[in-house]
């Protein structure tokens, strides 16, 4: 079973679309809502759907200590967070997890699209292979939503580190999860998520806190180089895909 924590605040107006969106996975889920401090209807709109497993945050650390309380109050040997403004292709995530499942791996991901929302448009944005190598240089070679990984992994790391990462504590996770050499990854070259892109949320709103948190994450090799052959192989899955 896989378990998908979304972690919330204020957000009635998208919440409940992704809700549906994870109502139509055909593999074995659970949906954990974690709260943190909700008051523009966002509570509502969840209550309406018996299924999911509403919790409220116990701190005050923002949103990763919320993810943190979902994981480790979930049920599934594989987990993931969808953030409450984005929406899963369940065809697609069904077979990511098949994927992870099949190759006994301990993270998987996949490509996603980004959905400009002020300026009405979606952009494909692929994956690419050799994660362990991009992540080793500081470099997130996914989309955060369109990755998937074992519970398993996720207790040997020491879960999120979230007292220190506010805004990018998924690329400390997956970057620390990078460096253990016996991680299997397994990469499915297909769409299981719509990342929504708003001006308003709390990376883009942040940017000089985000500079800080790269500065604090494990960067060896983020050079012009990597760089040039992310971009590559980017631009050589597109061509692919059509």
Same mark, same amino acid.
């Given at each position: 079973?896989?378990?998908?924590? %979304?972690?919330?605040?204020? $957000? ?5 679309? %992704? ?7 055909? $593999?074995?889920? +659970? ?17 309406? /759907?018996? @299924?999911?497993?509403?919790? @409220? ?47 006994? !791996? ?11 929302? &002020?300026? /009405?448009? /979606? +952009? ?9 190598? #991009? ?6 070679? #996914? ?18 580190? #979230? ?6 504590? &998924?690329?400390? #996770?997956?970057?620390? !999860?990078?460096?253990? &050499? ?21 990376? /883009? ?15 060896? +090799? ?8 992310? @971009? ?11």
């Amino acid at each position: 079973m896989i378990s998908i924590v %979304t972690p919330v605040l204020n $957000c009635s107006i998208f919440i409940e679309q %992704t809700i549906r969106s994870i109502q139509k996975l055909t $593999c074995d889920y +659970e949906h954990i809502i974690v709260d943190g401090g909700s008051t523009d209807g966002t509570l509502e709109v969840i209550e309406k /759907y018996g @299924h999911i497993k509403l919790l @409220h945050q116990n701190g005050s650390q923002g949103m990763y200590e919320a993810i943190d309380q979902g994981i480790l109050a979930s049920s599934g040997s594989i987990v993931s967070w969808v953030n409450a403004d984005d929406i899963i292709i369940a065809e697609k995530y069904d077979e990511l997890v098949q994927e992870m499942e099949l190759k006994k !791996a301990h993270l998987g991901y996949s490509d996603a699209l980004y959905h400009f929302i &002020d300026s /009405y448009r /979606y +952009e494909f944005v692929p994956a690419v292979p050799f994660a362990i190598y #991009f992540l080793r240089r500081g470099i997130m070679p #996914f989309v955060q939503p369109s990755s998937i990984f074992t519970k398993e992994l996720y207790r040997q790391l020491g879960g999120l580190n #979230f007292k220190t990462f506010k805004i990018i504590g &998924d690329r400390d #996770f997956f970057q620390r !999860a990078a460096v253990i &050499d016996t991680l299997q990854i397994a990469y499915l070259p297909a769409v299981t998520t719509v990342f929504m892109r708003r001006d308003d949320t709390l990376y /883009y709103a942040n940017q000089e806190r985000v500079s800080v948190e790269r500065s604090l994450t494990k960067r060896t +090799e983020d050079n012009l180089f990597n760089r040039l052959l992310l @971009h590559l192989l980017r631009f050589v899955r597109r061509v692919v895909r059509g």
